[in-house]
């Protein structure tokens, strides 16, 4: 008789512990998922100082600036109320091409602590007579890309830049905090992102249903902070986020005393050494089981901070396999530093077109099945 085969024992690979692991801490099912997530919630408007936050302007007073053909699609410049004393500006990138039936699919696209960032998305240059319009440009603009794409895409200009640039500079806060000393630039940000979210689902050419939400860096944070505040937003896409409260060498980042103050409120509790509720991992669990799709670099910064990111993307995991939703999430990590690659770019496209054109198929419109019958 031939030798028996050995016997190997089983063998089962040890729990990966991770910062993360409160996130389900108390949840066995859906139901409990869905009363943490009420109570992640109240906590996200706390982190946003969401009860000093003013009345959205209901109409929006909507005025065209200018428009022109921007090769191969039409560009519009536009402004709108985003206080009762204060418009924003933005531009309205729709195709050539006659809406589908119901209306384009429609994207948010925000833009980096670049000055003229909203400009660079479309494919615009700086202003002639700013210092920035002499430096070589990189690439066509997302926006474009989007649009040219089929999109119709917002590209609101941050509160701090561009139009809106404060006295001291862009990106300086301290004028905002002095008009409203009990808020936060992160709640700022949100209230006129999602004055924009507005504005582009009352477009009658777009579908309400279908609008997207894609950033780089500061733009790709805001991404992710419009998804989790507002669920019209069905799909969402960021690249190159900030680092977490928790695991960050530098967490003081968030609630500095110049410049771009996110959250003043939180200083002294780091100064404690506090741990800060409302994490990035809880931030993102309120967009599930909406489609999610983080692009970051290990080498963006720190690597280990970044490689605690791969385990909170590890955990979320966990909250969309409970609500039977594991497809709408995914992350892809790279490593050429702070940037929008090749293929960070090709796979955001591929992400919005599953989510936003062909109803979550993986396949889409690239099918090479036969037809059956």
Not at 31 to 52: P, S, T, Y
Not at 53 to 59: S, T
Not at 238 to 245: R, V, Y
Not at 319 to 342: I, K, M, P, Q, S
């Amino acid at each position: 008789m031939p030798p028996e085969k050995p016997t190997h024992p089983s063998w089962t690979p040890r729990p990966i512990l991770t910062s993360w692991d409160d996130l389900l801490d108390g949840v066995a099912g859906p139901e409990d998922w869905n009363r943490k997530r009420a109570a992640i919630r109240v906590r996200f408007g706390e982190l946003l100082r969401e009860a000093a936050r003013p009345p959205l302007p209901g109409d929006p007073g909507l005025q065209l600036e200018r428009v022109w053909d921007a090769g191969g699609f039409t560009l519009k410049r536009i402004s709108y109320r985003v206080e009762a004393d204060e418009r924003a500006h933005a531009y309205l990138a729709l195709p050539l091409a006659p809406p589908p039936p119901g209306g384009y699919p429609a994207v948010v696209c925000l833009h980096g602590t670049s000055n003229w960032g909203a400009r660079a998305l479309v494919g615009l240059p700086p202003p002639a007579d700013d210092p920035d319009a002499k430096k070589p440009r990189r690439g066509s603009g997302l926006a474009r890309l989007l649009a040219l794409r089929g999109y119709a895409v917002i590209c609101p200009e941050h509160f701090v830049s561009a139009t809106r640039r404060p006295p001291e500079g862009p990106y300086e806060t301290a004028a905002f905090y002095r008009k409203h000393p009990n808020w936060s630039a992160v709640g700022k940000y949100v209230h006129d992102s999602q004055q924009a979210l507005n504005v582009l689902a009352a477009q009658p050419e777009v579908d309400p249903a279908r609008i997207g939400v894609t950033g780089h860096s500061l733009g790709g944070q805001g991404s992710i902070w419009l998804a989790a505040f507002d669920e019209r937003i069905r799909c969402c896409a960021p690249s190159c986020a900030a680092h977490t409260f928790r695991e960050n060498p530098e967490p003081l980042h968030w609630s500095r005393d110049y410049w771009y103050i996110y959250f003043p409120q939180l200083r002294e509790r780091f100064l404690r050494g506090e741990r800060i509720e409302c994490d990035f991992h809880e931030q993102m669990s309120l967009i599930a089981p909406r489609p999610l799709f983080e692009r970051f670099a290990l080498n963006d910064g720190p690597a280990a901070s970044q490689a605690h990111r791969t385990t909170l993307h590890l955990k979320l995991r966990e909250v969309y396999r409970l609500l039977g939703a594991e497809a709408a999430h995914a992350f892809l990590v790279f490593g050429d530093g702070h940037a929008v690659t090749d293929l960070s770019r090709e796979a955001t496209l591929s992400w919005l077109d599953r989510w936003l054109k062909h109803a979550g198929d993986p396949l889409g419109a690239w099918s090479d099945e036969p037809a059956r019958e």
